[in-house]
């Protein structure tokens, strides 16, 4: 089952122009991470956030998180062709044990050059 | 730093066969966990092996199972294949159970007819 649900489902913008995706999510979480995924090949980590922050940025990213509405949203600032791909959240549970990685449904965006 | 590598890249196999798929982790990580994603859809937890035992299991019947090795590569096998088995088998490696990020390998293409 799928843990998160992204929104949009797929989103297309122009180059230079921001992307902002949505997640939300079911379950109280120890932390939220975003990923990307080329077409076809595997993911890439881009940012996590511990669930005792607000925001986060990395380069064009930032991140945010609300965990009174259980959701979180990725921005992608100038976004650039090589941007075009899939875009999930995951979430780790809030409990001890392993870490049960749980991904959404994801958010296909495409930037036209 | 060698990253985590999947083999093979791509397979094909028929109803009712059994498959063996390969997973090295990345240099310094003791964890594995396998996903899989379906056409359109997310990563669906497996399991996870730390240390060579099974460490956490998601909603799969027991015909999905696995091995990891005192190098800390994995095997996942599937048997008694359907064709709903036909996805893109992901493999994450991480230092540890904790809540580091998964680093994916490029996955590996089943299909099942």
């Known amino acids: 089952s799928q843990q998160g649900e992204e929104d949009p489902q797929a989103l297309s913008i122009q180059e230079g122009e921001n992307a902002t995706m949505n997640c939300s999510y079911k379950?109280?979480?120890?932390?939220l991470q975003w990923y990307r995924q080329n077409s076809g090949r595997g993911l890439v980590h881009l940012i996590l956030?511990?669930?005792?922050?607000r925001e986060k940025h990395s380069g064009r990213l930032r991140v945010t998180l609300d965990t009174s509405k259980k959701s979180s949203s990725l921005l992608i600032t100038a976004s650039r062709a090589a941007d075009t791909a899939s875009y999930f959240c995951?979430?780790?549970?809030?409990?001890?044990?392993?870490?049960?990685?749980?991904f959404g449904t994801g958010t296909k965006l495409q930037v036209i050059p | 730093e060698t990253g985590v590598t999947q083999s093979p890249t791509h397979l094909i196999k028929t109803r009712g066969q059994q498959v063996t798929l390969r997973c090295s982790s990345q240099?310094?990580?003791?964890?594995v966990s396998w996903y899989q994603q379906a056409l359109g859809q997310g990563p669906q937890f497996i399991f996870q092996?730390?240390?060579?035992?099974?460490?956490g299991r998601g909603n799969f019947p027991p015909r999905f199972s696995g091995l990891q090795f005192p190098n800390y590569s994995s095997e996942l096998n599937v048997n008694a294949l359907e064709l709903d088995d036909s996805a893109l088998y992901l493999c994450?490696?991480?230092?540890?159970?904790?809540?580091?990020?998964?680093?994916f390998g490029n996955g590996t293409r089943l299909t099942v007819t």
């Open positions: 994450a490696s991480t230092p540890d159970r904790g809540d580091s990020p998964l680093h």
């Open positions: 379950t109280s979480i120890n932390n």
């Open positions: 956030i511990r669930s005792n922050e």
């Open positions: 995951a979430t780790a549970p809030n409990s001890g044990g392993y870490q049960k990685v749980t």
């Open positions: 240099s310094g990580h003791n964890t």
């Open positions: 092996y730390y240390r060579e035992e099974e460490n």
